[in-house]
């Protein structure tokens, strides 16, 4: 079974910690996403790789950055860490080669800056 | 650009009842469209999707959803509901370009 795998379900970091957020896919999919998923606010996408060494910003950048050494894994990093940042983070993949077009979803990092 | 609206951020339906989720949506060019459902503390899991040729498209635990032009809608329905439908559920849509824009999601309730 084809899988996204998000290391960590749940976490909980100091204001100002840098902490990184790491996804890994199995399906060597070109395109990899990070959203972050807030009640009332739906996903929102915060950053996204169409291959290795690429990345652009979705629509809100701020505060974060990603890293895409390797085909298979896409790091999300938040720099200093912020309270604004406790959220529910969704990391998915995709490929444009594939007739089974959308995205495969991992099960979610809880993140809790306190 | 596209968009996604769905109407409804709760709804609640008793167990057996019909299931009516309603999804509009905006776009230049013929998308594709999806439904997504988030168990409580999961990711989100594929539902159903339209890409082309038939425009009613039948998905996981007899869910199905109709995609009419005319209305710019894509709305999600289960003929009765069960417990375990309680969840949360997106509509997306895509212009094909490798990315995909969700809506707010619906929280659907199931009431004994």
């Known amino acids: 079974d084809v899988k996204v795998t998000q290391s960590s379900r749940y976490l909980v970091k100091r204001t100002g910690e840098k902490v990184f957020l790491e996804c890994v896919q199995d399906?060597?999919?070109?395109?990899m996403f990070w959203y972050r998923q807030d009640p009332g606010l739906g996903l929102r996408l915060i950053y996204f790789s169409y291959d290795v060494k690429m990345k652009e910003k979705g629509d809100i950048p701020e505060g974060y950055s990603v890293s895409r050494e390797k085909k298979e894994r896409f790091s999300l990093i938040l720099e200093s860490a912020s309270t604004n940042q406790t959220s529910m983070y969704l990391c998915?993949?995709?490929?444009?080669?594939?007739?089974?077009?959308?995205?495969?979803f991992g099960s979610g990092t809880r993140l809790t800056v306190v | 650009a596209q968009s996604v609206t769905q109407l409804g951020s709760h709804v609640s339906v008793s167990e057996g009842a019909l299931v009516l989720l309603r999804c509009n949506y905006s776009?230049?060019?013929?998308?594709?469209l999806f439904w997504y459902v988030q168990y409580p503390n999961q990711g989100l899991q594929l539902l159903l999707k339209y890409t082309t040729g038939a425009t009613l498209v039948k998905g996981i635990n007899g869910f199905e959803a109709e995609f009419k032009k005319s209305e710019t809608s894509f709305h999600l329905t289960k003929p009765s509901a069960h417990m375990s439908d309680a969840a949360e559920y997106f509509c997306?849509?895509?212009?094909?370009?490798?990315?995909?824009?969700f809506g707010k999601g619906t929280r659907l309730h199931i009431l004994p």
């Open positions: 997306a849509v895509s212009e094909r370009d490798d990315k995909i824009i």
């Open positions: 998915a993949s995709s490929s444009p080669r594939t007739a089974n077009y959308g995205y495969t």
């Open positions: 399906m060597d999919h070109e395109n």
């Open positions: 776009s230049s060019v013929p998308p594709y």
